[in-house]
């Protein structure tokens, strides 16, 4: 993508952020709707569809040629990446909005031609804003961000996991996780797969393993990364599929590979 492209789509995906984001904490104590979807904890309101709503009509009368690929139905119905694809979720971390009112995020990727070339991670009620340009590095706020420790002991490490890890799957029934846990530092949950990321590439926390995740919650996230010279795979090492669902693993590269050849690929052998 032409520089003076990226740069004045950045700028307008920015406003936009930075407006939605305003709209939501402004009125995060009005009543909500709030529905579910797949299951009872599976919850959307009034306000993930109304923000993204927000952004598709933006997008599509600023940039007509433009694709969206999104959670709440606004979007397009994708089966390439091929063009300017935008990978919105307007709100990541429904249930932390609903029942903590803060912790979650608008996260925006704008990719072409299926390479990543502008990250938005918005943590709404903070209001910080963590961005990145292809090759102009990551920034929260106005300050740069990384780059990612590439020498972090395994003891030393602070690790994001989420509770499918205690659910049953061949990591948790071969006690590989178990083993891991006890071995690093500690362990979160924060409950925003885009704010996950973000405090990966700030260098707060140092890896993320997630089982299931869409690509409305990685595709800001993996181009934030990436500029802070982290790696997102699959958990088992391999290349995320953008258009499908992955398991997630999002980290330094020296601790990645140690992660996947010490503990994820035990038992596999
Ligand atoms: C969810 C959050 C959560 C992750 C879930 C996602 P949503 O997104 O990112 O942290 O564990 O898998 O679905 O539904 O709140 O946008
Ligand atoms: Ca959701
Ligand atoms: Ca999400
Ligand atoms: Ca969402």
């Known amino acids: 993508m032409d520089k003076s492209f990226r740069e004045s789509l950045f700028n307008h995906a920015k406003e936009w952020v930075l407006e939605a984001g305003a709209y939501i904490r402004n009125n995060i104590n009005e009543p909500l709707t709030i529905d579910t979807k797949s299951n009872p904890n599976d919850l959307v309101t009034t306000m993930d569809k109304e923000t993204e709503q927000y952004f598709s009509t933006k997008i599509k009368k600023t940039y007509p040629n433009h694709f969206i690929l999104s959670e ?10 091929d ?11 429904t249930m932390n909005f609903v029942h903590q009112k803060r912790n979650f995020a608008i996260s925006l990727g704008i990719y072409q031609d299926g390479i ?24 929260k ?6 780059p990612v420790n590439e020498n972090v002991a395994l003891e030393d490490a602070i690790l994001v996991l ?52 869409a690509p409305w919650d990685i595709g800001a996230g993996i181009i934030l990364l990436k500029e802070v010279g982290g790696r997102t795979t699959t958990i088992d090492g391999n290349s995320v599929q953008l258009l499908e669902k992955n398991s997630i693993f999002a980290c330094s ?6 992660i996947v050849e010490e503990y994820i690929k035990k038992g596999k052998k």
């Not at 709440?72 to 990446?81: I, P, R």
């Not at 935008?86 to 990541?92: C, F, N, R, S, Y």
């Not at 706020?141 to 990384?146: F, R, S, T, Y």
């Not at 590269?253 to 140690?258: I, R």
């Open 72 to 81: 709440e139905g606004f979007g397009d119905d994708l089966s390439s990446l």
């Open 83 to 93: 063009g300017i694809v935008w990978i919105l979720d307007p709100i990541d971390g």
């Open 116 to 139: 990543g070339e502008i990250g938005f991670i918005y943590d709404v009620m903070s209001d910080v804003l963590y961005s990145a340009k292809k090759g102009e590095g990551a920034y």
């Open 141 to 146: 706020n106005d300050v740069k961000l990384g």
């Open 162 to 213: 989420n509770h499918f890890w205690l659910t049953k799957n061949r990591l948790v029934d071969e006690h590989v996780m178990q083993d891991l846990v006890k071995r690093v530092r500690g362990t979160r949950t924060y409950g925003s797969a885009a704010l996950e990321f973000a405090y990966v590439a700030e260098g707060i926390i140092d890896g993320y393993l997630s089982m299931r995740l």
């Open 253 to 258: 590269p020296k601790l990645g590979e140690k």
